[in-house]
């Protein structure tokens, strides 16, 4: 008889051991802190009836509560220096993506001045990184060494999110450089995935933090969304995006029963996010590229469809209504509180900050003073 899968995930007995001995705040001391802070809210537990981990709440959780404030295990600096040396053949073998990070977390350490536990701590950040799931491996086995076919690229591309906040440290940096840079965190990537989410996440320069969108009752799993793209797409279209790129058939509550109504409102949402991208510069609403990653995956995509809805709509600079040269319409603020009303039905209300700034905007340009003090 196989024995049981131990009660949290590999790579997390690492952060249960002893603390540094020193006061610096070095990353694994950070990531520990993190880990102790976070247990208040929830443990990673396995999960018999899917057969892995996940984030189950150990207590009753107020809507909006942060529940976890994580420095990353990968920066984007060196998460980006990893894979463009992987794409030009520097990097080889997960010996060698030791190697590098070894070295990366050893100036580090060189920086804060640490000499004491520093092996220590940079053997186990190098551990955890190894403990994170590779759907790309060839094997997946257990441990904590770079003994299989377990590459940082592939660790990312299954765990990693994109971070907008952090700032470049190579002055080098091209001002045209992609403002989501891929970012690795250990406690962040065991959040199970919902098509309608009830935690939501976003980035204070290098820190992920997660808090809940709803109340949490205690016993409760978490989830978060993994994809900005299954906001507007139908159930179908979600579930063969997150089968092809993450290997996974989602079973969440908006994939699984009858989906038509809910279809029927995300084709909505995403007709008012194309139309005020355009007409407005709302370009957090709607990413073209999102369109196009879709159309690998289905082949439906239909380009010259998608110009000529564009060109029925006026069309403004991103920062058009900052710059006061916007002059809106009353329907672009009835189509953001549209958006919104749908955001909150199909339970994607997670990530509606943007939306709020915009609605007051709009609101503002309109003087409707009695409209906006609703929302405060």
């Known amino acids: 008889m196989d024995a049981p899968p131990p009660p949290y995930p590999c790579g997390c007995e690492l952060l249960l051991s002893k603390k540094p001995t020193h006061s610096k705040p070095t990353r694994f001391a950070q990531i520990q802190q993190a880990f102790q802070h976070s247990s208040t809210y929830f443990t990673i537990t396995y999960l018999y009836d899917t057969c892995g981990y996940g984030a189950i709440a150990s207590i009753d959780i107020p809507k909006h509560t942060l529940i976890l404030n994580e420095p990353p295990l990968i920066p984007c600096d060196a998460l980006e220096s990893v894979l463009s040396r992987y794409e030009k053949g520097e990097l080889k073998c997960g010996k060698e993506d030791a190697e590098f990070m070894r070295e990366y977390y050893g100036r580090e350490f060189v920086k804060l001045g640490v000499e004491e536990d520093a092996k220590d701590e940079v053997d186990r950040l190098i551990g955890m990184i190894w403990a994170m799931h590779d759907q790309y491996a060839v094997s997946n086995a257990g441990g904590t060494e770079y003994g299989n076919s377990k590459r940082i690229w592939g660790i990312n591309y299954s765990n990693g999110f994109y971070n907008s906040e952090s700032t470049y440290t190579n002055n080098n940096a091209s001002p045209n450089t992609s403002l989501f840079r891929p970012t690795l965190h250990f406690l962040a990537a065991k959040f199970n995935h919902s098509c309608s989410?009830?935690?939501?996440?976003?980035?204070?320069?290098?820190?992920?933090?997660?808090?809940?969108?709803?109340?949490?009752r205690k016993g409760e799993q978490l989830f978060c969304c993994y994809s900005d793209i299954v906001y507007h797409e139908p159930a179908w279209v979600r579930r063969l995006f997150l089968d092809q790129k993450y290997h996974f058939d989602c079973q969440c509550n908006a994939c699984s029963g009858e989906t038509v109504t809910s279809d029927e409102q995300r084709c909505q949402m995403k007709e008012i996010a194309m139309k005020l991208s355009w007409r407005i510069g709302a370009a957090f609403l709607y990413d073209k590229t999102f369109d196009e990653e879709v159309q690998r995956i289905t082949g439906e995509y239909d380009e010259e469809e998608d110009d000529?809805?564009?060109?029925?709509?006026?069309?403004?600079?991103?920062?058009?209504?900052?710059?006061?040269?916007?002059?809106?319409?009353?329907?672009?603020?009835?189509?953001?509180?549209?958006?919104?009303?749908?955001?909150?039905?199909?339970?994607?209300?997670?990530?509606?900050?943007?939306?709020?700034?915009l609605a007051f905007d709009l609101a503002a340009f309109f003087n409707d003073g009695e409209q906006t003090s609703t929302w405060g």
Do not use: W
């Open 308 to 357: 000529s809805f564009f060109s029925t709509i006026p069309r403004q600079t991103p920062n058009a209504l900052s710059d006061g040269k916007l002059k809106p319409t009353i329907d672009d603020l009835l189509d953001i509180l549209e958006y919104m009303r749908l955001c909150q039905e199909e339970g994607l209300d997670h990530d509606m900050l943007h939306c709020l700034e």
């Open 197 to 216: 989410p009830n935690v939501g996440y976003d980035f204070c320069q290098n820190n992920q933090r997660v808090f809940t969108t709803r109340d949490i």
